[in-house]
């Protein structure tokens, strides 16, 4: 039975994460800081601070006991948001963001590593967002620690490829989630339509490339939107890509 380990599994797109590979037929390890609140024969919970590098470790060496010492995919889904201008923003709201976004992935990546090394076919998939197609004001400490996500993503990408390990990551817009919750202009502007299912879609594509072509693919967008605005950052120079923000997001 394949295994797929996921942070900040408690409710939203890890929630959806793992009811989508639990109806596929998955061995699903659920962590969270948060209480796991459903249930499952294949369903495994447990405790995971992910800024606490020895929370990782236990956590993937508590799910790979299970799973007989392999795992085939790791989702570094757990993420948090702050809103509002930075200058008004609280020290200790912006540290937690990046213990979370940054620090949180990072040691995620590390640790789960072995693991997938020593698993074929396995993927890191890491929780990246479109809010890393150009900065956006008023959520700006949210949307760097997306940049790194995506830099990080890439970097492994190559740095891995040797141990067989395919990385990739997921570009969303606003999901139906409490990460929505936010003042932004964006969230106004282009509405909160996508669901933690449709997420959770893109999750088991990404892990499930069609041939070598599809192998290849890096970043992967949920709906027609955050698809076009990746194209539009791939394709347009930075002012028409600054343009284009400053519609959606102000």
Not at 85 to 99: C, M, R, S, T, W
Not at 152 to 167: A, H, K, N
Not at 178 to 194: C, E, K, N, P, Y
Request: without cysteine.
């Amino acid at each position: 039975m394949k295994s797929i380990f996921i942070s900040g599994a408690a409710q939203g797109i890890g929630r959806a994460v793992a009811e989508k590979f639990l109806l596929e037929g998955w061995q699903v390890g659920a962590y969270d800081i948060a209480s796991i609140e459903y249930e499952h024969l294949n369903l495994h919970k447990g405790r995971l601070d992910v800024t606490k590098a020895e929370e990782w470790e236990s956590a993937l060496a508590d799910f790979a006991a299970v799973t007989g010492g392999t795992i085939d995919v790791v989702d570094n889904n757990a993420g948090i948001i702050i809103d509002g201008p930075l200058a008004k923003a609280e020290e200790g709201d912006v540290e937690k963001l990046i213990a979370v976004n940054v620090a949180g992935v990072t040691l995620g990546a590390r640790a789960a590593h072995p693991y997938l090394k020593r698993t074929p076919g396995a993927h890191l998939v890491n929780m990246a967002s479109a809010s890393a197609v150009y900065g956006q004001p008023n959520i700006a400490v949210y949307s760097a620690s997306k940049f790194y996500v995506v830099g990080l993503t890439e970097s492994l990408e190559l740095e891995w490829r040797r141990d067989g390990i395919r990385v990739v990551d997921i570009w969303p817009l606003w999901a139906k989630t409490s990460l929505a919750q936010v003042d932004a202009a964006s969230t106004r502007r282009l509405g909160v339509r996508i669901t933690p299912e449709q997420v959770a879609e893109a999750v088991w594509a990404a892990v499930h490339p069609k041939n070598r072509w599809a192998r290849g693919k890096v970043h992967y967008g949920v709906s027609a939107l955050d698809k076009a605005l990746y194209v539009a950052k791939s394709l347009a120079p930075d002012r028409m890509t600054r343009f284009l923000t400053k519609i959606v997001a102000g």
